[in-house]
Structures are given as structure tokens and as C-alpha cells.
């Protein structure tokens, strides 16, 4: 594994700065909690010189009253502190979310792409909660925490200055091992956390493929295979405790010979008189926390050097290029958003490629408004890659995409997209109730008739009446408690319910089986006539009542007319004819 | 009561036929208490000290002292370590256990439920079995320190210890109220925290519908509620944290007046020198981290609880019944009888009947939710029919060995699973004899895969990946045929073997299963009439039943379904 040298140079705290300046950072809330945390350690500065009398052995009225007052105050100033501090921590957190959600919900889809979901799920949810909780506690309890350390001192020289020097002379010892530990300890739990995670992953699959297991009547073996990965969990986790508690115990070692300084310091300066008492009393009890104080800010340096990376992903998304939202799009045209009059598709010489690899390259055609195209091709031959770049999810490289007269990169996304009805391959549904679903991105009141309506056109009624709660019955997540079929309809109806010019479905049922994807694909003909249609398929029984079609090979438009017409004049297109005899396929 | 001796049974069991290292339990156990008497020393120890500055300094304290912090540190090194050792040892010993459950267990318990759930009792909930062995030992020391302490104020003034006594109730109430706070917050912050990820899991998957649907602002007013929801959950964290400090201090606080004003008189009478009543006052703080201590384990256990009951629901579950005569009778027809079948309260079967041929090629089709796949489970014996029978010739299947049973069959699904390893390792799964490499090419170049294993780096001994994923799907699928064929079994069941694979690639799986159907009793699923056209037995199914049953020619006579399925072929 490449060890990421961890020297925070000034990028990282660049880095750092970037985050905290892009996440809407509770100001009021932290100045409440800088001054409340600055009055914490006031008091706490008066803890020795106020007990000291009480612990040295003075039994005064005055140094009880004294003593008592104080650790009320204390208790009362320490208890706001933490809730403070605690909820701004929080608060920052909470505002970072919304950030960093908001900016992701925009980002481009070439950025998109090119990170897994559950990438994008913990930055948001590991990722910035650690970070932004050690960077806003760092920003409230620094200044405060070093001014303590400096009044503690201070005080402590007004004592005897040689008393300074017995508290500061191991702090280099300290400092050393917290580095040189902090950094053999990160670096060696770094390699077993690995090593749980792979072997965790191991038993993640075996379990997850419990059928095959039995199948293949394996359970003996798998036994033995588990029993090792156990073994080895074991193994691992207890060199990770080797590890830390080889590093405590030096620890506590080191805390130990502090002690001793301290006490020997002190007991010396008491034995020639040169301070009293009660000031070796205050003495000791700084001593302890000015140390512990050091510990807690070297800690938090290391901390700050263990989350760069997080800082980085999360700063990363959020400066990860993003699409324009309607207002931007008005600013910066400076005028009415332009509008596309016909549904009338057009590619002028059109090409793009997916970084390196080219996808499209010089296709052009023309679509009228209300007919219906079929595009075909193998797949990765670039027909996904039309609709994306109808719907801008990418950025044509060369050439035009025109919706009737207007460059579609004129118009704003959202504009744009609503001129779409999008139908994926595998029926996209969030979870919610049914009544949710169907009207997901409709932005106007939907009346039940309506909904009804568009359900029974769909071919959806049926089955949404046999839910226990018909149209509220709540789905569960990705729609898994539907069929691939009733899902497909949901949709539908939802697409329906748009209303929008232009249709575009991704291979809408290759996830079906071959009567319910019959049935699917006529309710989709009966729904949609009048309006723009393009689909992409691999049935080609489909291709032969469609007004045009488009046949794709490696980006390149090859054969472009009527079913006959192909079937003539184009040779892939009959190979294709041929070879699939109905065979549903997909790219998968 | 009845009800709590059940439960703690429940847990027992949970640890039987565990090896438990009841030497190292009690091990740790002594080590905590050697720390918790360490401790007791030197806040005696600086008692003493204090005391002796009020003359001179009593250096061989002071060397004793030291000690003792040396002592600590040593100790604390040994309690860690060992308390780790022992504790692992005992997740190590139940994760086993569960893992040989899992293994043994009917199908029907881990196919409803989704992978991840199960996987989360072997890795995270299994890691906490050491739980109530932590809190026993805890509570040990914990009773055993609070015992020397309140020893120690007794020797240091039974008088004070008595008025102490008044705030030991409160201390009590005290920890018992955090420990429900904490608990309630625990809680909260899990339920928030599950909602947000399942949230932003379900959404990130799906950016393309969110951008398609110009639904960005309104997800970010959903996620903006959940993230509120979260930040409202963890201040409940922050608010019993904070309340336990101020109460920790107004109790030391109160402790302090009773010591102080009560003491102060001793001292001047001379029943207690200033360094002891200073002991005792410190020792009395110790009593009550060890009071409040106790109270907590109480939610510490409830927390084990909850997982240690998933897990014993696991353990407890009736096991597969594997026994039964060996399978040596040569092939014989399949036929299912009056079988009846459902999933919890969903029937999936009713009243099925059908015979499989021996050494033909059946094809059962029929809509989604027909009951096609739940006929190959039962067909493996993944279930068994809740009504009806299944017959091999005369012999009900029940009544053959399962792994015998199990072993004549090899399944080729849609879903194409292989497991992380190598090739080599896939293709040989599950299989008991000694391969030649010869044999394993030959089974190879059949299964269509050689040419593309030969030219990955690595050849058989590449790593596929998690779920294969180093693979097209084309290649995992003839993988997994190679892996059905070098187990040579009599029967094959092909559950859509070819569907959700592009043109070329069906062209490179359909010829593989030409080569391992050859000579054996093939039983497919089917979705389209290609792949049916060589079938000499058709068995139509709808919703749940057998619609038709025959040869193609028969049903193109007699069955709707049938007569549309074929011609749509075109």
C-alpha cells in the first residue's frame, strides 16, 4: 500500500479553509461559543489559587466558601460550555449536509459517473461529520485553550520560575512520542483496518450467496474457509490492540516521569522555602492541566493531519463542476430564456467522447415532431449517449443538438428537461407511497381523478387497488416490493401525467419477461401517440410499425429510414433482423 | 419473572458449545482488580505525601509513589491487552458458531431477509458477544472497589462515612438517570442516522431520475428535513452529556461541604490529621465514579441485548434435515404431485403437478410471479412442499440425503454468482477429487472460457473479484457453466441462463450450454421461444399453477399462451 506522506503543507490548509468557507458556518452560534469558551477557561484558571487553601490543609471558612463557590460556578459554566460548543459543532455539520447534498443533486453527470453512489453517500455522511466537527471545535477552543496555557504559566512563574521549566522539560519527551507513536500507531492501524475490511468483505459475500453455498453443497468447506477468515479477524483485531495499548502504555510511562519532574520540582523549591504550601498545592493541580491541555492540542494536530483525506473528498464534490441552476442560466443570458417552439429533434454532425473514448462521432438525423423512431445497435455502439446528450446529462464535444430551432445548450436544464418524459431501463422509483411516486417532479396540483385516470391508462389501477392502502400503500426502497412490470407501469403513469412533448425510453423492458414487456410496450404506444417517441430496443419485432429508425455501430450512424427500407439497405440491420428472432437482450 | 428466566436461557445458549477461555476471564478479572487497588494506593499514597510536607518531605512515599504510577502503567498495558485477547476470543468462538448455523439452516430463513441483514449478525453483531462477559467482570471490580473504598473512609472516619451515606441515594438515582438518557439518545441518533443514509443511499444510485425529473431543489428541501432531524437527534447526545457534568460537579460539590464542615471540627479535635480527612474526601469521589459506573452497565447491557437476541434467533432456528439414504438409484422421472407451497402468507404454489422426463429437455414458462423459480427451489430441495410430494421414480425426495440429492444438480442462473478467488478456484467449487489440468482445460475450451482465461494475465489462477466483477457477464456466466460442468450432473436446472446479455455474448453462453446440457436431464425457465424451441416437454404455469403440460406440438393445439409465445417469434 503507498504510504500518503502526512506533512500538512499549505495546500491542506488551503484545503481546509476552502471547506470552512463553502459550508455555511453557524458565525453566531460559534461567536456565543468563543466567548462562553473563553469564560470556561477563565474559570478554570481560578480553579488552583482558589482550592489551593482548601487542599493544603486550611479549614478557613473563607477558603471553603471559597472552594464550594467555585465548583457550583464551575459546574454551572462547564455544563453551558459543553452544550454550547457541542450543538455549534453540530449545527456545522448540519449546514455542511445541506451544502455539500445541495451541490450534489446539481453536479454534472461526467463527475457523477466517475464516482460509486456509496462514495457519494459517505462524504456526505462520514466524511464531513468528523471533519467539520474537529474543524469547527479547532476554530472555537484554539485561541481560548492557548491563552490558558499562557496564564497558567504565567502564574506559576509568578511562584518560582523554576517551576515553569519543570513543566515544560518533559513536553519535548511528549511531543516526540505522540508524533513518533501517534504516527506508527496510525500508520500500523491503517494496514489492519484494511486487513478487517477485506476479511469482512470475505463473509459480506459468502453470506450474501448462501443459495450457491447449498447448490454447490459446499457448507463443510465454507465452514473451514470461515472459520479461518474468523481466525484471521481475530488475528487482526488483536494486532490492532497491540498496537494501542503498546502506544497507552508508553504513554502512561512518559505521564509517569512527568510526574516525578513535577513532584521533585516542587518538593525541592518547598524544602528551601522558596514557595509555600498552597502555592505547591495550585502548582500541582496546573501542572496536570497544563500537560493534559498540550496533550489535547497535540491531539488535535494529529487529528487535523488523519482527516486531510476527507477534507478533500468533501471538498472535492463540493467544487466538483456543476450544472447551471435556472436563475444562473437567466443571469447569465441576460434575457427571456429562449424557447424551443416544435418537438422537433435534430443532431447536426454531432460527436463526443467519454474522456478517451469516443462514443459518437459526426451522427446526424432529424426526428419530426410526433413520430417515432426506434434507435438499435450492440451494445456500447452510442445509444444511450444520444439520449444523455438530449437530456445534457453530457455536453455535445462537436456540433449541434437541436430542439426544433434552439441549440438545446441555449436553453436552461430546466426548461430543457422539462420538454422530456425519461423512461429507464430498469423502472427508476424512490420509495414513498404510491401517490408519491406517481407524482414525482409534476410541479401542479394533480387531482385524484387524474391520478386515477393516468394509473388505468397505465395498466397500473389493478394492481394499486390491491394494496392495502391503494394509493397512499407506501413502497418500499428502490421499489422492491413490486414487480418489475408494476414498477415499469408506475412509471408511466408518472410520464404520463408530465405531459411532456417528448419521449425517450431506454430500453423501457428489457427488465421484463417477454408477455409482461408486450404488454408494457403497447400501453406505452396507446398512452404516448401524438407525442415525439424515441426508443431505444433490442426487440426488433417492435422496429416494424415505427416511422424511422436508427441504426447504431461504434458511434457511428450507419442506416437510417423505415423498416423495409433498413431491412434492403442496410446489412447490419438484417444480420440484426436474423440473428435475434426475438431474443430480449440488453447491455448489461 | 418467568419471562426473565427465559430470556437469560436464551442468552445461555447462545454460549453453548462455545469454548469460553474461562482462564483468561478470570485473569482479567484479577488484573482489574490490581488496578482498581492501585489506584486506592496512590490516592493514599498522596494523602501521606501531603501530610509529611506539613513537617518534611517523607522521600520513601514518594519512592512508593512512584511505584505504584509504574505499576499502573504496567498494568493498564497488561489489562488492555489481555481484556482484548480474551473478549475477541469470545466473538471469535460465537461468530463460528453462527457461521456453522448459517451453513446448516433451510433456505427459507435467510431468503426473505436481504443479505445485508445477515451479514451484519456475523460481522458487527457477533463483535459484541463479549458484551455480558464485559459487564460481569466490570461489575465485579466495580462491587469489589466500591467495597475497599468505602473500607478505606471507614478506617479514615467511620463518623464521616456515615454522613456520607446520605448522598450515596442520590448518586444511585443519578446514574440510573443517565444511563436511561444516554440510552434514549443512543437510540435516537441510530434511528435519525439510518433514515438520512437509507435517504441518500436510495438517491445517490439514482441521480439520473432526480436531474430527469427537475426534482434537485425539492430533494434538497427532503434531505434538508432529514439533516435537521439528525442535528435535533445528536443534541439529545450533547444535552446528557452536559447535565451528567453539572450534577457530577453539584454532587462533588456537596460532598465537599459534608467532608469539609464535618471534618473541619475532627481535625481541630485531633481525630483526623488534614492529609487524611484530604484522602477521604478524594476516596469518597472515587465511591461514586464506581456508583455511577454500575448504574451505567445497565444500558450497556440493554444495548447488547438487542443484537445478542438477533443473534440467538439465528442459533435457535431448526436445522436442515440432511439425513437420509444415499441417491444410487439410476435416473428416474421427476414428478410433482398435488404440491403445495407459500411463502410466509403468500401462496406460491397450489396444487402442482408435472412430471420432468428423464434425460429430455423440460421448459417451464409462464408470466413473472408464475412460480417458476419457487419450483426449482423446491426441485432442489432448497424447501420442501407444504402439501403434495415430489417423487423420484417411487421414493419421495425427502427421503434421500440431502447432500446426495443436492449434489445431481447443478443450476445456471440469470444472476450468474461466482465468488472472489481465482478462476481455478470457481470452477472447481465444490468439487471433492483431484483435478488434472488437463481435465480442467478440456472443460474449458467446452464451456467456451479457455481463449479469454488464457489471454487475462494470470490465466487460471486470475482473481475474478467480489461477485466476479473482473469478468464481462458473457464470461461470468461461462464460468459458471464450467463450474456446473465439472461437477457432471445428472440434472441441470437453467433458469434463464441467457437473458440480460447482449447478442455476441448470448452467442458465446448459448453454445457453452449446448455442450453441458449434452446427455444430461435439462429443466429450464424460459422467457423467450429461442431458447425453448429444443424442448421436448413444455410445462406452462399461471399464478402459481400448471396451466398446460405436454409437448410443443400438443400445446400448439391446446394452450393460448403457448400458441402467443411461439409466434411472437416473428
Known sequence: MKQKKVSPGAGNWRGFFRLLGKIDLPWLAIAVAFVVETVYNQILLSLPTTTASLM???????????AVIYYISYGVVVTIEMAILGTT????????RNKLWGGMTRIRMDYYD????????SAVTNDLEESVRLLVSMMIALLPSLYYLGSAMATIAEYDWLLVLSVLLPLPLRYIEMVVVGRWNYRTQAGIYQRIGVLTGYLAERVKNLSLIKQFCTEEQELENGKTASEDLFKANMSATKVSSISSGVSTVITVFQQIVIVFFGVILLQNGRIDISEWVAFFMFSATISSRFITLVQNWQSLKSIQGQVARAVEVMEAPQEQTEQEAKAAAGQAPTSASAAEIAFENVSFSYGEKQALQNVSFTIPAGSITGIVGLCGSGKTTMLNLLERFYEAGKGKVMLGDTDVKTMSFSELRGKYSYVQQDAGVFSGTVKEILTYGIRRQVSDEELTAAAQRAGAWDFIQTLPAGMESPIAADGQSLSGGQRQRLVLAREFLRGADILLLDEPTSALDASTAQAVEQTIFSMFRGKTVLMITHDMSLL????????????????????????TGCPLFREMVRSQQNKEVTCG | MKKLKQRFGQYVRIFKGVKLPWVMLVVVLLIYIVESELQLKSTTLTADIIDGTQQAIRLDKLVDFILVMLGTAVVGFASTYLSNWTYQKINLGVRNKLWNKLMHLPARYYDGESGDTLVSRVTTDASQSYIYFHVVINLITAVYAAVVALRQMLKYSPVLTGYMMFIVPVIAVMGWGFGKLNFIAGKKNQVSFSQALGYLVERTRNLRLIKAARMEYAEQQTAKVLFHNQFKASIWGVFSSSSSVILIELLSAASMIVTFVVGRNMVTSGEITIGKLLGFYTISGMLAVRLIQLMLFYGQLKQGNGRMEKISEILDAPEEKRDGTPLDIADCDIIAEDVAFSYDARAALQD????????????????NGAGKSTVFKLLERMYDPAEGQIRFGDTDVRSF????WRQSFAIVSQDKPLLSGTVRENILYGVRRKVSDEELEHVAKLANIFDFVMATPGGFDAQVGVNGSNFSGGQRQCIAIARAMMRNPDYLLLDEATSNLDAKSEQMVSQALKNLMAGRTTVMIAHNYSAVRDADHIIVMKDGKVEAEG????????????????????
Not at chain 1, 57 to 64: F, I, P, R, V, W
Not at chain 1, 114 to 121: R, Y
Not at chain 2, 401 to 404: A, G, I, R, V
Open chain 2, 551 to 570: 409437448t410443443p406440438d400438443e400445446l400448439m393445439q391446446t394452450n393460448e399462451y403457448y400458441r402467443t409465445f411461439a409466434t411472437k417469434a416473428g
Open chain 2, 352 to 367: 402442482v403437478s408435472f412430471r420432468i422426463p428423464k434425460g429430455k429437455i423440460t421448459a417451464i414458462i409462464g408470466s
Open chain 1, 89 to 96: 459543532c453540530r449545527l456545522a455539520v448540519r449546514n455542511a
Open chain 1, 56 to 66: 493544603s490543609g486550611s479549614l478557613e471558612d473563607s477558603a471553603l466558601r471559597d
Open chain 2, 401 to 404: 440425503e440431502l447432500t446426495s
Open chain 1, 544 to 567: 416494424h410499425d415505427m416511422d424511422q429508425i436508427l441504426v447504431m455501430k461504434d458511434g457511428e450512424l450507419v442506416g437510417q429510414g423505415t423498416y423495409e427500407q433498413l431491412l
Open chain 1, 114 to 121: 466517475s464516482h460509486t453512489p456509496a462514495e457519494l453517500t
